[in-house]
């Protein structure tokens, strides 16, 4: 199989994760597109790394994933403070804040 | 026989006793009584920037050294960015220490019983302080850091804790809250494309260095349109952190959701690491590319100072104002992004530690302005302020001046430097695209100034709190910075020109 | 060329006196005008002394000159302040302060009852001063100094009772009517500064012979304007008559005598530039003919008595002009007229002040009559006046005025008939406007009312129109008697190689012509005026047009008054609505678009990540557009 | 140290002795403002009188380096042009400190505050005109409209928030343009003669046509927003109608010299072919102004507003004379400033006086002062009369060098500027006779006339405007080498006259 396909993926599972941010209301899973994009650029760094026959990019990979695990940790951390203040995890009712 | 990687501690040692001096404040904040936590953390707080920035004059000397295995280059911009940073920081610490700004217990329902009682006992959590340090050292590290994950990283960590810094206010705490969250949600979508942008970049060099993509570049070799894409993607998520159009949406609602001081924090420590990192990595590592980015940049950096002064003619709010403010000096900055030369580079730092000293001191001053239930940011409210209390509305308008570039304040002979630097490599457009987007940017600035000292003020009074010790000396050094600098900027300006190099 | 020292005193007395007398205010009410007279006096004491001086010696040594310092001096451009007296400024310098001096005298009964003499006598004296300057500068420039200086007088002295608005209109009126002139005379230094390098009167004079003959043309036609603006000259004529709104002195000083002539003293002076250029001699004549027959034919309309003797100033000036256009022998003949014609129309204004003084300030003329019997003196130093001023011999006007005439009949061809024709037309309705002066106001019936006592003036006054009687009855004799003024002006004017030429007419031929026409017009103003309404008749439309100045102020109202102020409305409104419209509209749209974009930010997260999306999008297309 | 650098330093040490001075003391406050102005005064005198004469080149330098990396020097100097504006500045500072002396009472701020604006604003005033520097000219430029804007702002009246703005924006646009210029007229310099701003220096840059042409639009039309030029020129009633009299007069007579004195010093030093190419423009946008302010003077109904529009002719006449390249139209172009200061100054002033009497600015509410106020119409009157440049006072002769020197080079600019001649005795003798003359309006009965404060105020003015209309030499003959000099520089020479002798 031509690896060039799982750029292709990559790319069609970052745009998901971005098309995902703007249309999804639910902060959490607004939050989790913005992990499946971080995994898209993790598989793209795996393929890269295939191609350019090194491990550099499964390192960074690594990297990727425990960043991520803190951004979760802080992210639900906001959320949560966000859902107790309003009961809601609507990213739509955080509107105060505007013109 | 495996050898431990030569990591050359003394190098890093500035960015080390940051995070050490963090891990110090969880602790201090596991173990000490609430009642005198305040005092010991931003003691700790402040003596762990001045230790550090004690390092850094150590190895000022040392520049054209890369450390941790390439990971980071000392070069003479990176220090100077280090140093700006500390300074600042500590001055930010100063604004912070004045702890009745943040929430006593963050967790606590706003409006809750838990909430009312953490505030009449005096039991306020002072995680504000590690939390303040964590993201300095994630400062401390982005600007010099030169391969793509060390890149990541250190964004990382100077914005995770930034997102939880925004959301610490004591008073509106939902709009704290909505700022934290909004700061966040899009805070990591633009990290997603940094992230996919570097991987692109990894693949198109086969290199996670910005020397080695440097060198790719210049040889061509690979394929152009993962270069492309991975420029274009790992500038998304620069250009957010720096708040330019059109990834500035997220600066005016934080900037007014989030506690002032965080505020003046982020606008000036955040944007001075964020450009340097845009710095370097432009020069270092897409130098050779320019024909295919500039044009981007340029209309970018158009876009954002036209964006950035006309819509903050309209704000009502002083804290959005000097949001848009910050996004149009963004805009001024990219012009040392195009300039791709010494003189840029030069004007570039100078103009960050100038542009830095008067944000924090301008928003030092708003942290002033209260009424009953807190700050006052509604500008008409600050009608007339110059009659109350006319030493902080003069320093306010000294600050506003510099913002708009008036000659004899520091802003003048920044954007002087700057400009200069982008009109050497023949960036005439950028440059006169500039000047006009002062005469507007000075007209919300001027704006404020009628209100403070011409107009009558109206019935509901504010009133100017007494600052504490600690934030009128910070406002002061601002100030008197801000003035020194305008009318002998070389005593920075000549350090600038010493220190504007970027190794790769 | 002698080299003199006094000449300064005669402008430096009366100017420090009218300083010393505006600056000290009512401290010196008490004898403010004794001072100026005095002043006054003296300036004719030195100018008789210079004058003497002047004959004793001989040809080229007769003019005097007086350098005093360096006045600008940058680049080429050098002027001194410098006098210079020669034949052609004794004569003004003794005009100016002779019958000056006399109606210093005659101001002091005439204005005693006036609050604010003082003020009077300091404007008379700086318009002496100014007035000295003019004839006495030795260049253009200089005496552009003394032009605007005595513009400045007469403003202040047309309008010295200005709380009336008309005479502040008057006032004001004068002095842009003047300005207009001013133009003339700036346009002609710089034309004389850009074609010969100097401006004085010797520098130009020895430039001319190398200079085109369009420039010559140019610089004669914008000295004509000057002329014009200043001698009420056509086109130019029309604030002479309102500038009767000033006291009576100053009528007879600036308006009738001195100042009003100072057009024919600068054409004269600058006979050089005339010379050369026929095209401007025309223009020169063209421009007096017209003012002789317009300003004659005005006269005869009027009822208000000043302005009868002003429109008669007019015409005679424009006789001056004529005769200045006709060649070197003309300037001669055009300054006689200009000296008897000072003596005789001063007398006369000064005989229609004193009417008035025993009138009440009464200046309708269909409200005298019969005046002759209650003012003898007045009424026999006006009637000699009269007589000299229609050209009865032997009285002063006949020597000037038909010299004038019988040059225009010779100046050869068409345009001497033409000229000469209207010179002898001039003179003839000269002679019927001033009998109608003479019949309405000397006698006659009384139609005064009856609280009204005429009386005789006190002898300040009459002993000054006695003394100008006695010029008007003489000074044509002498200055004709063996061309003595011709003679004596001939080293200025070149007038030494003149020939008699081929004469169309014989002077006797012109003198009895002239006569003939006088007694036609003095018969029907006679038989015209043996009955006068005290109201005027209406009259056909004929009379109305003349009464209305030959629609002189209708015609500047449509052409110039009107469309300059609807064109300053419309530059007022431009500025306000376009120039800074346009201003505003940029910071309009400014504004609308900062509120605009202040929209945009509406709160949504969502929406702030579909702009950075869209950002994204727009940054990769750039990139591939940029790289294909 | 050089005396000009004294002369910058006496009014900022005066204004720290200012804040020195006890609370509450406000007649202590003015008297000290005024004699610290008066000691700067003498000492211009004693500079004046050691100037000498026949050098064109700058004297009293001084250099100091300032911002090394730029090649940025303090550096002062002044030839015969800056010394008469200098002068002129020392000259009307004290005059306007007296003659509005209770201007400062009105405020939104104490006395202190406006007297050490104004002393600020006259160390800028000399600086801006005694730099050398094009990046220190620059700076006082700019930094001098700061000062203006809070005396607007804080002390004038009516819509001064707005003026104040109006004002400060429309300078300020022109002075960032003109940044932008001073930035690429200095990068030329570092490829060509390295890094420096010094003036003489970069007049000898060799700059190709183009980029001259935008560097040296970039100085214009800052300097035509400062000297307001038509179109350009919208801001400057705004302000006149809001400043107070003193500001006025400091604002037209001295900070608006600053741009013809920079066309002079920068515009045509630094980029002489340029300013060779853009003179057909320039004439005709003077000619534009002459006419224009005239008629706009002519129709308006408001003292200070004529005041202003009057100036924009003015302006017109001085940017003319500039352009017209010959010793007499650039000579005339500087005296022109001066006497422009002077009797715009006798204008403001006694017009300041009128309408604080009378609690209005409009003329139609004067009328009839003559009689009630003699002294106060005199004052006005030949303020007057020097605006519409009668002979024998200073302003003739600099209006006639002028006139005589454009119509040398261009007859026709000369001709049609000629006609302002007229159009000026209209909205002169309009304005006096409206307030001067006339039946003595209702209201105005009462008025007093000058008192001996004011008449001490004015006297010099008026002595200043007769005496310098018979005896200009002292001042050409200062400004003549300074004029050959910019002349001789830009490539000019007079024309000559056409009918040899």
């Given at each position: 199989m031509d690896i060039s396909n799982y750029l292709y993926l990559s790319a069609i599972l970052f745009t998901i994760g971005a098309v995902g941010v703007v249309v999804r209301r639910n902060a959490i899973v607004v939050f989790m597109c913005v992990e499946l994009m971080l995994n898209a650029a993790n598989l793209a760094f795996v393929t890269f790394s295939r191609i350019n026959g090194d491990l550099v990019g499964q390192v960074a990979s690594f990297f990727t994933m425990v960043v991520a695990a803190c951004e979760v940790v802080v992210g639900l951390a906001i959320i949560v403070t966000m859902y107790r203040s309003r009961r809601s995890a609507s990213i739509d009712d955080a509107s105060l804040l505007k013109r | 026989m495996l050898t431990a990687p030569q990591l050359s501690y003394s190098l890093l040692a500035p960015i080390l006793i940051v995070l050490g001096g963090a891990l110090l404040g969880v602790l201090v904040e596991a173990i000490v009584k609430k009642g005198s936590r305040a005092a010991i953390q931003s003691t700790i707080a402040l003596g762990t920037i001045v230790l550090s920035f004690a390092f850094l004059w150590r190895v000022h000397g040392q520049t054209s050294r890369t450390a941790a295995v390439g990971s980071v280059s000392i070069d003479g911009a990176g220090i100077f960015i280090q140093g700006t940073i500390l300074v600042l920081s500590f001055i930010a610490i100063l604004f912070i220490a004045d702890t009745d700004n943040f929430a006593a217990q963050a967790s606590a329902i706003p409006g809750s019983q838990e909430e009312r009682l953490a505030l009449e006992t005096g039991k306020q959590q002072t995680e504000i302080f590690p939390l303040t340090l964590f993201a300095v050292s994630g400062m401390l590290l982005f600007p010099i850091a030169s391969d793509l994950i060390t890149l990541f990283v250190a964004l990382e960590v100077l914005s995770l804790p930034l997102y939880l810094m925004a959301g610490l206010s004591r008073r509106r705490r939902l709009l704290s809250q909505e700022a934290a969250l909004k700061y966040f949600l899009l805070g990591a979508f633009s990290s997603a494309f940094f992230l996919f942008g570097a991987a692109f970049l990894y693949g198109y060099s086969g290199s996670m260095s910005l020397d080695g993509i440097a060198s790719a570049i210049a040889a061509n070799s690979a394929n152009d349109v993962f270069l492309l894409i991975g420029i274009a993607f790992l500038s998304v998520g620069l250009l957010f952190k720096i708040g330019a159009v059109p990834f500035h949406s997220w600066t005016p609602d934080v900037y007014q959701g989030a506690p002032t001081p965080i505020t003046g924090f982020m606008a000036a420590c955040t944007k001075i690491a964020a450009m340097g990192a845009t710095l370097r990595i432009f020069y270092v590592a897409f130098g050779q590319a320019e024909w295919q980015w500039k044009p981007i940049i340029l209309t970018i950096a158009i876009l954002t100072m036209i964006v950035g002064g006309v819509a903050a003619i309209s704000q009502r709010d002083v804290k959005r104002m000097l949001a848009f403010s910050s996004i149009a000096h963004a805009g001024f900055l990219l012009a040392a992004v195009l300039a791709l030369n010494t003189d840029g580079l030069k004007g570039a730092l100078f103009y960050l530690a100038t542009y830095g000293f008067t944000t924090l001191g301008a928003f030092g001053i708003i942290t002033l302005v209260r009424d009953s239930s807190g700050e006052v940011t509604d500008l008409n409210r600050w009608v007339g302020l110059g009659k109350k209390s006319p030493l902080t509305a003069g320093v306010f308008t000294l600050f506003l001046l510099s913002f708009a570039g008036i000659p004899l304040t520091s802003g003048f002979v920044a954007k002087f430097a700057l400009f200069t630097g982008a009109y050497e490599s023949g960036n005439t457009v950028i440059v006169v695209v500039g000047v006009l987007t002062s005469a507007i940017t000075a007209f919300f600035y001027l704006r404020v100034v009628v209100m403070l000292f011409f107009t009558d003020s109206k019935s509901e009074s504010v009133s100017v709190v007494i600052p504490s010790i600690m934030t009128r000396l910070a406002i002061a050094v601002c100030a008197i910075i801000t003035i020194v600098l305008g009318v002998a900027p070389s005593l920075l300006l000549n350090t600038a020109q010493t220190f504007a190099t970027f190794i790769r | 060329m002698t080299t003199s020292h006094n000449l300064v005193y005669l402008i430096a007395l009366p100017l420090v006196s009218a300083a010393i007398l505006l600056l000290l205010g009512r401290i010196a009410d008490k004898w403010g005008h004794l001072l100026a007279t005095l002043v006054s006096a003296s300036t004719f004491a030195i100018a008789a002394i210079e004058f003497f001086s002047m004959r004793s010696r001989s040809g080229a040594a007769r003019p005097a000159m007086q350098d005093l310092f360096t006045w600008i001096s940058v680049g080429s451009f050098n002027v001194h302040a410098s006098l210079l007296l020669d034949q052609l400024s004794i004569c003004f310098v003794l005009l100016i302060t002779g019958v000056g001096t006399l109606i210093h005298i005659y101001s002091i009964a005439y204005m005693s009852h006036d609050h604010d003499r003082r003020r009077f006598f300091a404007y008379l004296n700086l318009f002496v001063a100014a007035m000295l300057l003019l004839v006495l500068g030795d260049s253009y420039l200089n005496l552009y100094v003394g032009w605007e200086g005595v513009g400045l007088a007469s403003y202040l002295l047309i309008g010295f009772w200005n709380q009336k608005p008309a005479y502040a209109v008057a006032a004001k009126k004068a002095f842009v009517a003047n300005r207009v002139g001013d133009i003339g005379l700036s346009l002609a230094i710089m034309i004389s500064f850009a074609q010969f390098g100097s401006v004085s009167f010797s520098g130009v004079e020895a430039g001319v012979p190398h200079a085109s003959k369009a420039a010559l043309t140019a610089l004669g036609a914008m000295l004509l304007l000057a002329a014009a603006g200043k001698s009420a000259q056509f086109p130019l004529q029309s604030w002479l008559g309102d500038a009767m709104a000033g006291p009576t002195p100053v009528s007879a000083l600036i308006h009738a005598a001195t100042m009003v002539t100072a057009g024919v003293y600068l054409i004269t002076r600058s006979h050089f530039v005339f010379d050369a250029s026929p095209t401007a001699q025309t223009m020169v004549l063209i421009v007096g003919g017209i003012t002789l027959l317009f300003g004659a034919l005005v006269g005869t309309a009027k009822d208000d008595i000043k302005k009868a003797l002003a429109a008669s100033t007019m015409s005679q000036i424009g006789y001056m002009i004529l005769a200045t256009g006709l060649g070197p022998i003309g300037y001669a003949f055009a300054i006689m007229h200009l000296l008897t014609h000072g003596f005789f129309k001063a007398g006369m204004f000064l005989g229609a002040g004193s009417v008035m003084h025993g009138m009440n300030d009464e200046v309708n003329m269909r409200r005298y009559g019969a005046i002759g019997k209650v003012m003898p003196i007045t009424a026999v130093t006006f009637g000699l006046g009269y007589l000299a001023i229609i050209g009865v011999p032997p009285f002063a006007g006949f020597y000037s005025k038909d010299k004038i005439i019988e040059t225009a009949f010779n100046a050869g061809g068409s345009k001497g008939i033409i000229v000469g024709g209207a010179a002898l037309l001039g003179a003839a309705i000269t002679a019927f406007y001033m009998t109608r002066v003479i019949v309405l106001t000397f006698t006659g019936t009384k139609r005064w009312d009856d609280q009204v006592h005429p009386h005789e003036s006190p002898s300040l006054m009459w002993i000054p129109m006695v003394i100008l009687a006695v010029g008007s009855v003489a000074s044509g004799f002498l200055f004709n008697s063996g061309h003595a003024l011709v003679n004596w002006l001939a080293p200025v004017v070149?007038?030494?190689?003149h020939e008699e030429g081929k004469a169309l007419m014989q002077p006797m031929t012109v003198s009895l012509l002239a006569l003939g026409v006088v007694a036609v017009g003095v018969s029907i103003a006679i038989l015209k005026y043996r009955t006068v309404p005290v109201d005027a008749p209406a009259g056909n439309i004929l009379t109305k047009i003349v009464r209305r100045d030959l629609l002189q102020d209708d015609f500047n109202d449509r052409v110039l008054v009107r469309p300059g102020q609807a064109l300053t409305n419309f530059f007022v409104r431009m500025d306000n609505s376009f120039i800074d419209g346009i201003v505003r509209g940029v910071g309009g749209i400014v504004a609308v678009s900062s509120t605009n974009l202040r929209k945009i930010q509406n709160g949504y997260v969502r929406s702030y990540a579909l702009i950075m999306v869209v950002g994204v999008l727009a940054l990769l297309t750039t990139i591939w557009m940029v790289t294909l | 140290m050089s005396i000009v650098t004294v002369l910058e330093l006496i009014p900022l040490l005066g204004v720290i002795g200012l804040f020195a001075l006890p609370k509450g003391s406000t007649k202590l406050i003015k008297q000290f403002s005024i004699g610290v102005s008066l000691v700067d005064l003498i000492i211009s005198v004693v500079m004046a009188v050691r100037f000498n004469r026949g050098v064109s080149a700058m004297q009293f330098v001084e250099s100091r380096t300032w911002i090394s990396s730029f090649g940025i020097k303090y550096a002062v100097g002044i030839d015969g042009i800056a010394l008469v504006l200098i002068l002129m500045t020392t000259v009307l500072v004290p005059i306007v400190l007296l003659a509005g002396?209770?201007?400062?009472?009105?405020?939104?701020?104490?006395p202190r505050v406006y007297y050490a604006l104004i002393l600020i604003l006259e160390t800028m005033m000399v600086g801006v005109f005694a730099a050398t520097d094009v990046f220190l000219f620059y700076v006082i430029f700019e930094a001098m409209l700061i000062p203006v804007y809070f005396l607007i702002g804080g002390y004038g009246r009516g819509e001064r928030a707005q003026a104040a703005m109006k004002f400060l924006l429309y300078s300020l646009l022109g002075g960032l343009l003109m940044l932008a210029a001073v930035i690429g007229t200095y990068v030329i310099a570092t490829n060509q003669i390295g890094s420096t701003f010094d003036v003489t220096a970069l007049s000898g840059l060799h700059i190709d046509s183009a980029t001259e042409n935008m560097l040296f639009l970039g100085f214009f039309i800052a300097f035509a927003i400062k000297a307001p030029l038509w179109p350009l020129h919208t801001w400057l009633p705004t302000a006149a109608k809001s400043a107070t009299p003193a500001t006025s007069v400091l604002l037209l007579?001295?900070?608006?010299k600053v741009g013809t004195y920079g066309m002079i010093r920068f515009c045509i030093t630094l980029f002489p072919h340029a300013a060779h190419t853009f003179t057909p423009m320039i004439i005709v946008l003077s000619l534009i102004s002459i006419l224009y302010g005239a008629f706009l003077a002519i129709g308006q109904r408001d003292i200070n507003g004529l005041i202003a529009f009057t100036s924009i002719s003015h302006f017109g006449f001085i940017t003319l004379g500039i352009f017209a390249m010959t010793s007499q139209g650039l000579t005339g172009a500087s005296l022109y400033m001066v006497n422009h200061g002077f009797s715009t100054a006798a204008l403001f002033l006694v017009a300041g006086w009128m309408a604080s009497r009378r609690g209005s600015t409009k003329i139609e509410d004067f009328g009839g002062l003559q009689r009630v106020t003699p002294v106060m119409a005199w004052a006005f009157f030949i303020a007057g009369m020097s605006a519409l440049a009668l002979p024998g006072l200073s302003s003739f002769v600099s209006e006639f060098l002028v006139l005589v020197g454009t119509f040398t080079r261009y007859p026709l600019a000369a001709i049609i500027g000629t006609t302002g001649i007229v159009l000026a005795a209209l909205y002169v003798l309009l304005t006096v006779q409206r307030s001067l003359h006339g039946p003595t309006t209702p209201g105005n009965e009462s008025l007093s006339d000058l008192n001996i404060r004011e008449k001490i105020a004015i006297a010099p003015v008026i002595a200043i405007l007769v005496i310098f209309g018979f005896f200009p030499k002292p001042i050409t003959d200062v400004l003549n080498p300074a004029s050959h000099e910019v002349m001789t520089h830009a490539g000019y020479v007079d024309p000559q006259p056409k009918a040899g002798k």
């Open positions: - | - | 070149n007038a030494a190689g | 002396w209770n201007e400062s009472e009105n405020g939104r701020w104490s007579g001295v900070l608006d």
